[in-house]
């Protein structure tokens, strides 16, 4: 079985799969030094970006951050072929209206 990525792993991984740290700031509207501040100092991505990056580069969401987007806490949005981080939804039982 082969071991996921770190979240630093996977940012690093998705500067590469960019293009770069001036290309991924462009995908997240930031400047090349904050890309760097990111992989210098706390090592991740922001949660704001988490989403945008993973649509560019195809990193997953769940390598990049899984504190915020654990795979045991994933739903379907109905209508989507996207998953997302959140509870389950609820079945709501409303009875039969007449």
């Given at each position: 079985?082969?071991?996921?990525?770190t979240?630093?792993?996977a940012?690093?991984?998705?500067?590469?799969?960019?293009?770069?740290?001036?290309?991924?700031?462009?995908?997240?509207?930031?400047?090349?030094?904050?890309?760097?501040?990111?992989?210098?100092?706390?090592?991740?991505?922001?949660?704001?970006?988490?989403?945008?990056?993973?649509?560019?580069?195809?990193?997953?969401?769940?390598?990049?951050?899984p504190?915020?987007?654990?795979?045991?806490?994933?739903?379907?949005?109905?209508?989507?072929?996207?998953?997302?981080?959140?509870?389950?939804?609820?079945?709501?039982?409303?009875?039969?209206?007449?």
């Amino acid at each position: 079985m082969e071991q996921e990525p770190t979240p630093f792993e996977a940012l690093t991984e998705a500067v590469e799969i960019a293009g770069g740290q001036s290309a991924l700031a462009r995908i997240c509207g930031k400047a090349q030094p904050t890309v760097w501040k990111w992989l210098q100092t706390s090592k991740r991505l922001p949660p704001e970006h988490v989403i945008a990056v993973e649509a560019a580069t195809g990193v997953s969401r769940y390598f990049l951050r899984p504190d915020i987007y654990p795979r045991d806490h994933v739903a379907a949005v109905p209508g989507t072929t996207d998953n997302v981080a959140c509870e389950p939804l609820p079945i709501l039982d409303r009875g039969v209206r007449g």
